[in-house]
Protein backbone atom coordinates (compact mmCIF):
# COMPACT_ATOMS: atom_id res chain seq x y z
CA UNK A 1 0.00 0.00 0.00
CA UNK A 2 1.48 3.35 -0.92
CA UNK A 3 1.04 6.86 1.07
CA UNK A 4 -0.78 9.29 -1.00
CA UNK A 5 0.23 13.13 -0.19
CA UNK A 6 1.10 14.32 -3.27
CA UNK A 7 0.04 14.97 -6.66
CA UNK A 8 0.66 11.16 -7.48
CA UNK A 9 -1.55 8.48 -8.71
CA UNK A 10 -4.56 9.11 -11.24
CA UNK A 11 -8.25 7.18 -12.09
CA UNK A 12 -11.28 6.29 -10.27
CA UNK A 13 -10.72 4.74 -7.32
CA UNK A 14 -12.49 3.69 -4.31
CA UNK A 15 -12.99 5.61 -1.14
CA UNK A 16 -12.40 3.50 2.26
CA UNK A 17 -12.92 4.49 5.63
CA UNK A 18 -11.36 1.69 7.73
CA UNK A 19 -12.25 1.73 11.89
CA UNK A 20 -11.46 5.89 11.55
CA UNK A 21 -11.62 7.86 14.90
CA UNK A 22 -11.09 11.37 15.47
CA UNK A 23 -10.47 12.77 19.24
CA UNK A 24 -9.82 16.05 20.15
CA UNK A 25 -8.84 18.09 23.03
CA UNK A 26 -10.94 20.54 24.03
CA UNK A 27 -8.82 24.04 26.03
CA UNK A 28 -11.29 22.36 29.17
CA UNK A 29 -9.53 18.94 29.03
CA UNK A 30 -12.55 17.12 27.77
CA UNK A 31 -11.90 14.86 24.86
CA UNK A 32 -14.59 15.45 22.04
CA UNK A 33 -15.12 12.75 19.82
CA UNK A 34 -15.54 14.22 16.18
CA UNK A 35 -15.50 10.11 14.79
CA UNK A 36 -16.24 7.26 16.06
CA UNK A 37 -14.82 4.33 14.50
CA UNK A 38 -16.26 4.92 11.26
CA UNK A 39 -15.88 2.38 8.50
CA UNK A 40 -17.45 2.71 4.81
CA UNK A 41 -16.82 2.27 1.33
CA UNK A 42 -17.69 4.16 -1.72
CA UNK A 43 -17.36 2.97 -4.89
CA UNK A 44 -15.95 5.05 -7.40
CA UNK A 45 -18.28 7.58 -9.67
CA UNK A 46 -21.07 7.79 -6.61
CA UNK A 47 -22.57 10.95 -5.23
CA UNK A 48 -22.71 10.81 -1.40
CA UNK A 49 -24.35 12.95 0.91
CA UNK A 50 -23.93 13.35 4.17
CA UNK A 51 -26.41 14.61 6.54
CA UNK A 52 -26.18 15.55 10.48
CA UNK A 53 -26.44 18.15 12.41
CA UNK A 54 -24.14 20.83 13.20
CA UNK A 55 -21.29 19.72 15.20
CA UNK A 56 -22.09 15.60 14.61
CA UNK A 57 -18.46 15.05 12.69
CA UNK A 58 -19.75 16.17 8.88
CA UNK A 59 -17.21 18.37 8.43
CA UNK A 60 -14.25 16.69 10.01
CA UNK A 61 -14.88 13.49 8.33
CA UNK A 62 -14.23 15.30 4.96
CA UNK A 63 -10.94 17.20 6.49
CA UNK A 64 -9.85 13.49 7.17
CA UNK A 65 -10.58 12.44 3.45
CA UNK A 66 -9.23 15.56 1.90
CA UNK A 67 -5.98 14.80 4.11
CA UNK A 68 -6.30 18.29 6.23
CA UNK A 69 -7.00 16.39 9.35
CA UNK A 70 -5.40 13.34 10.37
CA UNK A 71 -7.13 10.83 11.88
CA UNK A 72 -6.09 9.45 15.92
CA UNK A 73 -6.96 5.64 14.69
CA UNK A 74 -7.94 3.83 11.51
CA UNK A 75 -7.35 4.70 8.07
CA UNK A 76 -8.60 5.90 4.88
CA UNK A 77 -7.77 4.70 1.61
CA UNK A 78 -8.38 6.17 -2.24
CA UNK A 79 -7.93 2.69 -3.95
CA UNK A 80 -4.82 1.28 -2.61
CA UNK A 81 -3.24 4.47 -1.93
CA UNK A 82 -3.19 5.50 2.12
CA UNK A 83 -4.66 9.51 2.74
CA UNK A 84 -1.35 10.96 4.77
CA UNK A 85 -1.59 14.48 3.25
CA UNK A 86 -3.86 16.93 0.95
CA UNK A 87 -3.66 16.01 -2.60
CA UNK A 88 -5.49 17.44 -6.05
CA UNK A 89 -6.85 13.76 -6.29
CA UNK A 90 -9.07 15.39 -3.71
CA UNK A 91 -10.01 18.37 -4.02
CA UNK A 92 -13.03 20.14 -1.91
CA UNK A 93 -15.11 23.36 -2.19
CA UNK A 94 -15.60 25.01 1.17
CA UNK A 95 -18.94 26.16 3.24
CA UNK A 96 -17.06 29.55 3.39
CA UNK A 97 -15.92 31.71 0.36
CA UNK A 98 -12.43 30.61 -0.82
CA UNK A 99 -11.98 31.77 -4.04
CA UNK A 100 -8.93 33.72 -4.20
CA UNK A 101 -10.00 37.46 -4.15
CA UNK A 102 -6.78 38.65 -5.85
CA UNK A 103 -6.93 36.38 -8.60
CA UNK A 104 -9.47 37.28 -11.23
CA UNK A 105 -12.05 34.60 -12.43
CA UNK A 106 -9.83 32.86 -14.85
CA UNK A 107 -6.15 32.40 -12.67
CA UNK A 108 -8.72 30.67 -10.37
CA UNK A 109 -9.69 28.13 -12.36
CA UNK A 110 -6.02 28.13 -13.50
CA UNK A 111 -4.56 28.12 -10.25
CA UNK A 112 -4.20 24.04 -9.68
CA UNK A 113 -2.71 23.25 -13.79
CA UNK A 114 -0.11 26.12 -12.95
CA UNK A 115 0.86 24.69 -9.29
CA UNK A 116 1.16 21.35 -11.35
CA UNK A 117 3.45 23.05 -13.96
CA UNK A 118 0.97 22.93 -17.10
CA UNK A 119 1.86 25.02 -19.93
CA UNK A 120 0.21 28.09 -20.72
CA UNK A 121 -2.13 27.00 -23.90
CA UNK A 122 -2.74 24.07 -21.52
CA UNK A 123 -4.05 26.03 -18.95
CA UNK A 124 -5.87 28.62 -21.35
CA UNK A 125 -7.72 25.71 -23.59
CA UNK A 126 -8.96 24.17 -19.86
CA UNK A 127 -9.70 27.01 -18.30
CA UNK A 128 -12.22 27.67 -21.11
CA UNK A 129 -13.62 24.67 -21.24
CA UNK A 130 -14.26 24.76 -17.36
CA UNK A 131 -15.75 28.77 -17.66
CA UNK A 132 -17.94 27.27 -20.52
CA UNK A 133 -19.24 24.78 -18.66
CA UNK A 134 -20.48 26.78 -15.76
CA UNK A 135 -21.10 29.22 -17.69
CA UNK A 136 -19.01 32.57 -16.46
CA UNK A 137 -16.62 32.68 -20.11
CA UNK A 138 -18.09 36.09 -20.15
CA UNK A 139 -17.09 36.80 -16.90
CA UNK A 140 -13.21 35.53 -16.97
CA UNK A 141 -11.12 38.55 -16.51
CA UNK A 142 -14.00 39.93 -13.76
CA UNK A 143 -12.76 40.34 -10.05
CA UNK A 144 -14.38 38.11 -7.40
CA UNK A 145 -15.56 40.53 -5.79
CA UNK A 146 -17.59 41.49 -8.60
CA UNK A 147 -19.26 38.66 -8.56
CA UNK A 148 -22.66 37.36 -6.85
CA UNK A 149 -22.28 34.72 -4.22
CA UNK A 150 -23.39 32.03 -6.61
CA UNK A 151 -21.38 32.78 -9.53
CA UNK A 152 -18.18 32.80 -6.89
CA UNK A 153 -19.49 28.92 -5.91
CA UNK A 154 -19.40 28.30 -9.90
CA UNK A 155 -15.67 29.60 -10.05
CA UNK A 156 -15.09 27.15 -7.10
CA UNK A 157 -16.90 24.19 -9.29
CA UNK A 158 -14.45 25.29 -12.04
CA UNK A 159 -11.73 24.99 -10.30
CA UNK A 160 -12.13 21.83 -8.64
CA UNK A 161 -12.94 20.58 -12.64
CA UNK A 162 -10.09 22.22 -14.24
CA UNK A 163 -7.60 20.67 -10.95
CA UNK A 164 -8.74 16.98 -12.84
CA UNK A 165 -9.66 15.54 -9.38
CA UNK A 166 -11.36 12.66 -9.08
CA UNK A 167 -13.19 12.77 -6.00
CA UNK A 168 -14.75 16.05 -4.71
CA UNK A 169 -15.42 17.18 -1.39
CA UNK A 170 -17.95 19.70 -0.70
CA UNK A 171 -18.56 20.80 2.49
CA UNK A 172 -22.00 22.44 2.58
CA UNK A 173 -20.85 24.76 -0.43
CA UNK A 174 -24.34 25.87 -1.23
CA UNK A 175 -25.32 26.80 2.48
CA UNK A 176 -25.14 30.24 2.25
CA UNK A 177 -26.87 30.89 -0.62
CA UNK A 178 -30.73 31.70 -1.22
CA UNK A 179 -32.65 29.20 -2.95
CA UNK A 180 -33.10 29.81 -5.95
CA UNK A 181 -29.31 29.96 -6.56
CA UNK A 182 -29.17 26.72 -4.60
CA UNK A 183 -31.45 25.30 -6.88
CA UNK A 184 -29.90 26.52 -10.24
CA UNK A 185 -26.54 25.29 -8.97
CA UNK A 186 -27.91 21.94 -7.85
CA UNK A 187 -29.01 21.57 -11.56
CA UNK A 188 -25.44 22.53 -12.78
CA UNK A 189 -23.27 20.10 -10.16
CA UNK A 190 -25.59 17.50 -11.23
CA UNK A 191 -24.94 18.02 -14.58
CA UNK A 192 -21.17 18.18 -14.20
CA UNK A 193 -21.38 14.56 -12.61
CA UNK A 194 -23.37 13.46 -15.10
CA UNK A 195 -21.05 14.21 -17.54
CA UNK A 196 -17.86 12.98 -15.64
CA UNK A 197 -16.77 9.97 -13.48
CA UNK A 198 -16.24 11.69 -10.85
CA UNK A 199 -16.85 10.59 -6.59
CA UNK A 200 -18.54 13.54 -5.20
CA UNK A 201 -18.93 13.62 -0.71
CA UNK A 202 -21.96 16.60 -0.48
CA UNK A 203 -21.83 17.67 3.26
CA UNK A 204 -25.33 19.27 3.79
CA UNK A 205 -27.54 19.39 6.99
CA UNK A 206 -30.30 20.05 4.24
CA UNK A 207 -32.34 16.94 4.06
CA UNK A 208 -34.46 18.25 0.82
CA UNK A 209 -30.76 18.81 -0.85
CA UNK A 210 -29.58 15.58 0.13
CA UNK A 211 -32.46 13.84 -1.51
CA UNK A 212 -32.05 15.71 -4.60
CA UNK A 213 -28.53 15.12 -5.40
CA UNK A 214 -26.97 11.84 -3.84
CA UNK A 215 -27.77 8.30 -4.32
CA UNK A 216 -26.49 7.69 -1.22
CA UNK A 217 -27.14 9.25 2.36
CA UNK A 218 -24.93 8.85 5.27
CA UNK A 219 -26.40 9.92 8.75
CA UNK A 220 -23.81 10.91 10.93
CA UNK A 221 -25.00 11.43 14.36
CA UNK A 222 -22.29 12.59 17.40
CA UNK A 223 -19.46 11.01 15.56
CA UNK A 224 -21.09 7.99 14.26
CA UNK A 225 -22.06 6.21 10.77
CA UNK A 226 -25.72 5.59 12.15
CA UNK A 227 -27.05 4.72 8.71
CA UNK A 228 -26.28 4.06 5.30
CA UNK A 229 -29.22 5.06 3.18
CA UNK A 230 -29.83 4.20 -1.04
CA UNK A 231 -31.53 6.56 -2.59
CA UNK A 232 -33.03 5.25 -5.44
CA UNK A 233 -35.50 8.39 -6.56
CA UNK A 234 -35.53 8.69 -10.30
CA UNK A 235 -34.12 11.68 -11.91
CA UNK A 236 -34.15 14.52 -11.93
CA UNK A 237 -35.86 14.97 -8.98
CA UNK A 238 -37.99 17.97 -8.93
CA UNK A 239 -40.80 18.72 -6.50
CA UNK A 240 -42.86 15.93 -8.14
CA UNK A 241 -40.84 13.37 -7.08
CA UNK A 242 -39.98 14.95 -4.02
CA UNK A 243 -43.61 14.54 -3.37
CA UNK A 244 -43.49 11.12 -3.35
CA UNK A 245 -44.38 8.73 -0.75
CA UNK A 246 -41.26 7.12 -1.24
CA UNK A 247 -39.50 10.70 -0.69
CA UNK A 248 -41.56 11.38 1.98
CA UNK A 249 -40.56 7.90 3.75
CA UNK A 250 -37.13 8.72 2.80
CA UNK A 251 -36.76 12.33 4.66
CA UNK A 252 -39.04 10.87 7.60
CA UNK A 253 -36.24 7.58 8.01
CA UNK A 254 -33.46 10.41 7.71
CA UNK A 255 -35.24 12.49 10.65
CA UNK A 256 -35.82 9.42 12.82
CA UNK A 257 -32.14 8.54 12.79
CA UNK A 258 -30.95 11.93 13.81
CA UNK A 259 -33.01 12.09 16.55
CA UNK A 260 -35.29 14.63 15.25
CA UNK A 261 -38.74 14.01 15.93
CA UNK A 262 -41.61 15.29 13.68
CA UNK A 263 -43.43 17.13 17.05
CA UNK A 264 -39.99 18.52 17.55
CA UNK A 265 -40.10 20.55 13.86
CA UNK A 266 -41.81 24.13 13.96
CA UNK A 267 -45.72 23.79 12.94
CA UNK A 268 -44.88 26.79 11.00
CA UNK A 269 -41.80 25.24 9.16
CA UNK A 270 -43.70 22.04 8.69
CA UNK A 271 -46.59 23.70 6.56
CA UNK A 272 -49.34 23.77 9.50
CA UNK A 273 -51.55 26.89 9.59
CA UNK A 274 -53.57 26.12 12.48
CA UNK B 1 -24.84 21.43 -20.34
CA UNK B 2 -26.61 24.08 -17.93
CA UNK B 3 -25.06 27.17 -19.11
CA UNK B 4 -27.70 29.21 -16.56
CA UNK B 5 -25.99 32.67 -15.25
CA UNK B 6 -27.01 34.68 -12.40
CA UNK B 7 -24.95 37.65 -13.32
CA UNK B 8 -28.67 39.73 -13.32
CA UNK B 9 -27.34 39.79 -9.33
CA UNK B 10 -24.48 41.73 -10.72
CA UNK B 11 -24.70 45.32 -9.70
CA UNK B 12 -25.67 47.23 -13.10
CA UNK B 13 -27.40 49.97 -15.09
CA UNK B 14 -30.56 48.25 -17.10
CA UNK B 15 -30.66 49.87 -20.76
CA UNK B 16 -33.05 52.86 -21.01
CA UNK B 17 -31.97 53.83 -17.15
CA UNK B 18 -30.48 57.88 -17.09
CA UNK B 19 -29.09 56.92 -13.67
CA UNK B 20 -25.41 58.54 -13.46
CA UNK B 21 -23.06 55.49 -14.41
CA UNK B 22 -20.46 54.28 -11.16
CA UNK B 23 -17.59 55.98 -12.92
CA UNK B 24 -19.21 59.16 -12.98
CA UNK B 25 -20.32 59.08 -9.24
CA UNK B 26 -16.77 57.84 -8.45
CA UNK B 27 -15.31 61.34 -10.38
CA UNK B 28 -17.64 63.15 -8.81
CA UNK B 29 -16.69 62.05 -5.43
CA UNK B 30 -13.04 62.44 -6.26
CA UNK B 31 -13.42 66.30 -6.89
CA UNK B 32 -15.39 66.86 -4.49
CA UNK B 33 -12.43 65.35 -2.29
CA UNK B 34 -9.86 67.52 -3.85
CA UNK B 35 -11.81 70.71 -3.12
CA UNK B 36 -12.65 70.08 0.16
CA UNK B 37 -8.33 69.50 0.56
CA UNK B 38 -7.69 72.69 -0.96
CA UNK B 39 -10.03 74.36 0.90
CA UNK B 40 -8.46 72.86 3.89
CA UNK B 41 -5.32 73.29 2.98
CA UNK B 42 -5.89 77.12 1.91
CA UNK B 43 -7.77 77.56 5.43
CA UNK B 44 -4.21 76.18 7.47
CA UNK B 45 -2.24 78.29 5.20
CA UNK B 46 -4.38 81.27 5.63
CA UNK B 47 -4.10 80.84 9.91
CA UNK B 48 -0.44 79.98 9.58
CA UNK B 49 0.49 83.61 7.93
CA UNK B 50 -2.19 85.48 10.72
CA UNK B 51 -0.24 83.50 13.71
CA UNK B 52 3.43 84.27 12.01
CA UNK B 53 2.16 87.92 11.84
CA UNK B 54 1.38 88.32 14.93
CA UNK B 55 4.31 86.00 16.36
CA UNK B 56 6.88 87.96 14.28
CA UNK B 57 10.30 86.95 13.11
CA UNK B 58 10.38 83.75 15.53
CA UNK B 59 8.21 82.39 13.27
CA UNK B 60 8.22 82.04 9.83
CA UNK B 61 5.26 83.14 7.25
CA UNK B 62 4.46 81.03 4.33
CA UNK B 63 5.12 83.36 2.57
CA UNK B 64 8.49 84.06 4.35
CA UNK B 65 9.08 80.48 3.68
CA UNK B 66 8.43 80.72 -0.30
CA UNK B 67 10.65 83.34 -0.25
CA UNK B 68 13.46 81.28 1.41
CA UNK B 69 12.64 78.29 -1.09
CA UNK B 70 13.04 80.89 -4.50
CA UNK B 71 16.58 82.60 -2.80
CA UNK B 72 18.04 78.90 -0.98
CA UNK B 73 16.31 76.14 -2.70
CA UNK B 74 18.49 75.29 -5.86
CA UNK B 75 21.77 77.84 -5.27
CA UNK B 76 22.45 78.87 -2.06
CA UNK B 77 24.73 81.93 -1.67
CA UNK B 78 24.24 81.79 1.94
CA UNK B 79 24.96 78.53 2.51
CA UNK B 80 27.96 78.84 -0.08
CA UNK B 81 29.43 81.53 1.98
CA UNK B 82 29.33 79.38 5.19
CA UNK B 83 30.76 76.31 3.35
CA UNK B 84 27.81 74.22 3.48
CA UNK B 85 27.00 74.17 -0.36
CA UNK B 86 29.26 73.57 -3.41
CA UNK B 87 26.34 75.44 -5.26
CA UNK B 88 23.70 73.26 -5.08
CA UNK B 89 21.14 74.83 -2.12
CA UNK B 90 18.38 72.27 -0.19
CA UNK B 91 18.16 70.49 -3.59
CA UNK B 92 21.55 69.01 -2.60
CA UNK B 93 20.88 67.75 1.41
CA UNK B 94 17.17 66.85 0.79
CA UNK B 95 18.42 64.62 -2.18
CA UNK B 96 20.68 63.26 0.11
CA UNK B 97 18.02 62.81 2.97
CA UNK B 98 15.73 61.14 0.36
CA UNK B 99 18.12 58.70 -1.15
CA UNK B 100 19.02 57.54 2.54
CA UNK B 101 15.51 57.33 3.43
CA UNK B 102 14.60 55.25 -0.05
CA UNK B 103 17.24 52.90 0.06
CA UNK B 104 16.89 52.31 3.65
CA UNK B 105 13.01 51.88 3.14
CA UNK B 106 13.27 49.64 0.35
CA UNK B 107 16.30 46.90 1.94
CA UNK B 108 14.41 47.00 5.15
CA UNK B 109 10.91 46.25 3.46
CA UNK B 110 12.44 43.82 1.46
CA UNK B 111 14.62 41.99 3.92
CA UNK B 112 11.14 42.26 6.88
CA UNK B 113 8.65 41.76 4.81
CA UNK B 114 10.14 38.49 3.82
CA UNK B 115 11.67 37.41 6.68
CA UNK B 116 8.16 37.99 8.50
CA UNK B 117 6.12 35.82 5.52
CA UNK B 118 8.96 33.20 5.86
CA UNK B 119 9.01 32.74 9.36
CA UNK B 120 5.46 31.44 9.22
CA UNK B 121 6.03 28.38 7.68
CA UNK B 122 10.14 27.99 9.02
CA UNK B 123 10.11 28.08 12.49
CA UNK B 124 13.59 28.59 12.89
CA UNK B 125 13.27 32.10 11.57
CA UNK B 126 10.19 32.47 13.75
CA UNK B 127 12.18 31.67 17.13
CA UNK B 128 15.60 33.26 15.76
CA UNK B 129 13.92 36.94 15.24
CA UNK B 130 10.52 36.73 17.37
CA UNK B 131 13.01 37.49 20.77
CA UNK B 132 14.60 40.55 18.53
CA UNK B 133 11.58 41.43 17.05
CA UNK B 134 10.12 41.78 20.69
CA UNK B 135 12.89 43.21 22.15
CA UNK B 136 13.46 46.38 19.42
CA UNK B 137 9.99 46.61 19.17
CA UNK B 138 9.30 47.59 22.45
CA UNK B 139 12.49 49.85 22.66
CA UNK B 140 11.34 53.47 21.36
CA UNK B 141 13.45 53.42 17.84
CA UNK B 142 14.19 57.55 18.44
CA UNK B 143 15.82 56.26 22.07
CA UNK B 144 17.64 53.70 20.58
CA UNK B 145 18.87 56.06 17.50
CA UNK B 146 21.77 57.60 19.52
CA UNK B 147 22.81 54.04 19.74
CA UNK B 148 23.09 52.80 16.76
CA UNK B 149 25.41 56.26 15.76
CA UNK B 150 27.81 55.58 18.26
CA UNK B 151 28.08 51.91 17.27
CA UNK B 152 27.89 52.13 13.41
CA UNK B 153 28.99 55.60 13.69
CA UNK B 154 28.47 58.67 11.90
CA UNK B 155 28.36 57.88 8.14
CA UNK B 156 25.34 57.98 5.75
CA UNK B 157 25.58 53.82 5.49
CA UNK B 158 25.01 54.21 9.17
CA UNK B 159 21.82 56.28 9.03
CA UNK B 160 21.04 53.87 5.74
CA UNK B 161 21.42 50.87 7.86
CA UNK B 162 19.00 52.51 10.52
CA UNK B 163 16.22 53.35 8.82
CA UNK B 164 16.65 50.06 6.86
CA UNK B 165 16.69 48.38 10.36
CA UNK B 166 13.65 50.01 11.80
CA UNK B 167 11.68 49.35 8.63
CA UNK B 168 12.42 45.94 8.28
CA UNK B 169 11.46 45.73 12.18
CA UNK B 170 7.90 47.14 11.40
CA UNK B 171 8.02 45.28 8.28
CA UNK B 172 8.56 41.68 10.13
CA UNK B 173 5.89 42.40 12.20
CA UNK B 174 2.92 43.14 10.02
CA UNK B 175 4.17 40.82 7.56
CA UNK B 176 3.62 38.43 10.02
CA UNK B 177 0.69 39.36 11.49
CA UNK B 178 -0.72 39.68 7.80
CA UNK B 179 0.25 35.69 7.55
CA UNK B 180 -1.17 34.95 10.72
CA UNK B 181 -4.70 36.81 9.64
CA UNK B 182 -5.04 35.31 6.35
CA UNK B 183 -7.48 33.20 6.20
CA UNK B 184 -6.22 29.29 6.35
CA UNK B 185 -9.59 28.10 4.17
CA UNK B 186 -7.68 29.78 1.26
CA UNK B 187 -4.48 27.78 2.13
CA UNK B 188 -6.12 24.76 2.70
CA UNK B 189 -8.47 25.68 -0.58
CA UNK B 190 -5.24 25.76 -2.43
CA UNK B 191 -3.66 22.96 -0.43
CA UNK B 192 -6.60 20.75 -2.24
CA UNK B 193 -6.04 21.79 -5.41
CA UNK B 194 -2.24 20.36 -5.44
CA UNK B 195 -0.70 23.87 -4.64
CA UNK B 196 3.08 23.27 -3.77
CA UNK B 197 5.02 24.81 -1.01
CA UNK B 198 5.91 27.10 -3.22
CA UNK B 199 3.06 28.18 -4.82
CA UNK B 200 0.73 28.78 -2.35
CA UNK B 201 3.50 31.28 -0.51
CA UNK B 202 4.11 32.74 -4.30
CA UNK B 203 0.26 33.03 -5.47
CA UNK B 204 -1.64 32.90 -2.00
CA UNK B 205 0.53 34.47 0.87
CA UNK B 206 2.17 36.78 -1.20
CA UNK B 207 -0.46 38.65 -2.84
CA UNK B 208 -3.19 37.77 -0.29
CA UNK B 209 -0.92 39.63 2.80
CA UNK B 210 -0.64 42.75 0.72
CA UNK B 211 -3.15 44.97 2.28
CA UNK B 212 -2.33 44.49 5.67
CA UNK B 213 1.71 44.79 4.52
CA UNK B 214 1.01 47.66 2.64
CA UNK B 215 -0.72 49.92 6.05
CA UNK B 216 2.84 48.81 7.93
CA UNK B 217 4.64 49.96 4.97
CA UNK B 218 3.60 53.71 4.91
CA UNK B 219 3.77 53.44 8.52
CA UNK B 220 7.36 52.40 8.25
CA UNK B 221 8.00 54.95 5.20
CA UNK B 222 6.35 57.89 7.61
CA UNK B 223 8.27 56.86 10.32
CA UNK B 224 11.91 56.65 8.28
CA UNK B 225 11.84 60.75 7.32
CA UNK B 226 11.74 61.85 10.94
CA UNK B 227 14.18 59.01 11.72
CA UNK B 228 16.50 60.14 8.91
CA UNK B 229 16.57 63.86 10.31
CA UNK B 230 17.28 62.75 13.83
CA UNK B 231 20.01 60.60 12.86
CA UNK B 232 21.25 63.93 11.10
CA UNK B 233 20.83 66.42 13.89
CA UNK B 234 22.72 63.44 15.72
CA UNK B 235 26.05 64.25 14.06
CA UNK B 236 25.66 64.22 9.58
CA UNK B 237 27.82 66.07 7.89
CA UNK B 238 25.24 66.87 5.08
CA UNK B 239 21.48 66.28 4.77
CA UNK B 240 17.82 68.23 5.56
CA UNK B 241 18.40 67.66 9.21
CA UNK B 242 21.92 68.62 9.47
CA UNK B 243 21.06 72.24 7.32
CA UNK B 244 18.04 72.40 9.91
CA UNK B 245 20.44 71.30 13.13
CA UNK B 246 22.98 74.43 11.73
CA UNK B 247 19.97 77.14 11.53
CA UNK B 248 18.51 75.95 14.37
CA UNK B 249 22.03 76.94 16.04
CA UNK B 250 22.20 80.24 13.95
CA UNK B 251 18.56 81.25 14.59
CA UNK B 252 17.73 81.24 10.78
CA UNK B 253 14.05 80.84 11.33
CA UNK B 254 12.98 81.29 8.26
CA UNK B 255 15.40 78.27 6.36
CA UNK B 256 14.66 76.29 9.35
CA UNK B 257 10.90 76.32 9.34
CA UNK B 258 11.64 76.12 4.86
CA UNK B 259 13.39 72.41 5.08
CA UNK B 260 11.11 71.56 7.82
CA UNK B 261 8.44 72.21 5.19
CA UNK B 262 10.03 70.87 2.76
CA UNK B 263 10.79 67.34 3.72
CA UNK B 264 7.11 67.07 4.82
CA UNK B 265 6.25 67.63 1.46
CA UNK B 266 8.51 65.23 -0.16
CA UNK B 267 7.37 63.21 2.29
CA UNK B 268 3.68 63.29 0.86
CA UNK B 269 4.77 63.40 -2.49
CA UNK B 270 6.71 60.05 -1.72
CA UNK B 271 4.09 58.83 0.15
CA UNK B 272 1.59 59.31 -2.71
CA UNK B 273 3.30 57.57 -5.13
CA UNK B 274 3.36 54.77 -2.82
CA UNK B 275 -0.36 54.79 -2.49
CA UNK B 276 -0.50 54.92 -6.37
CA UNK B 277 1.32 51.87 -6.40
CA UNK B 278 -0.02 50.18 -3.85
CA UNK B 279 -3.51 50.30 -5.59
CA UNK B 280 -2.95 48.92 -8.35
CA UNK B 281 -1.11 45.77 -6.30
CA UNK B 282 -4.65 45.48 -4.13
CA UNK B 283 -6.69 46.76 -7.11
CA UNK B 284 -8.95 43.48 -6.44
CA UNK B 285 -9.78 44.79 -2.85
CA UNK B 286 -12.39 47.70 -1.96
CA UNK B 287 -9.04 50.10 -0.28
CA UNK B 288 -7.02 49.22 -3.37
CA UNK B 289 -10.04 50.45 -5.73
CA UNK B 290 -10.52 53.59 -3.75
CA UNK B 291 -6.97 54.71 -3.44
CA UNK B 292 -7.56 55.14 0.45
CA UNK B 293 -5.40 52.85 1.95
Keep these: MTELNGNEGSGVRDVTFEGVWCVFEHRSGQLVHALQDVSFTVPAGQFVAVVGRSGHGKTTMLRVLAGLQPPTAGQVTLGESVVTGPSVERSMVFQQDTVFPWMDVRDNVEFSLKSQGSTKDIRRETSDQRLEDVGLTDFADSWPRE ?33 FTRRSLHDLLINLWNESNMTIFFVTHDIEEALILADRVMLVRDGKLVEDIEVSLPRPRDEDVRATPEAVALSKTILDHLGIREDEIVPELRGDSN | ?41 AIALLAWQRLADHVGFAFASPLDIWQDLRENMWKSKYLEQKGLSDGGGYRVHLLATVWRVLIGVVFGAAAGGSLGLLSLPIKVIREVINPLAAFFGAAPIFVAAPFFLIWFGITPWAQVLMVGFYTAL ?53 GAWGLAAISELLGAQEGAGFLIKFYATAFVVDGMMSLVTLLGLVAIFVDRIVVFGLSYLIRWSESGRSLDL
Excluded at chain 2, 6 to 26: C, F, K, M, Y
Excluded at chain 2, 190 to 195: D, E, V
Design chain 1, 147 to 179: LSGGMRKRVALAAVMASGSKVWLMDEPFGSLDY
Design chain 2, 1 to 41: MTNRTDSQTLIGHPEGNSGPSPGAVRRRKWIIRLLLSVVGV
Design chain 2, 170 to 222: LMYIFARRAGENLDAGYVESAMTLGGTPASIFRHIYLPGTVPEIAGGFRIALA
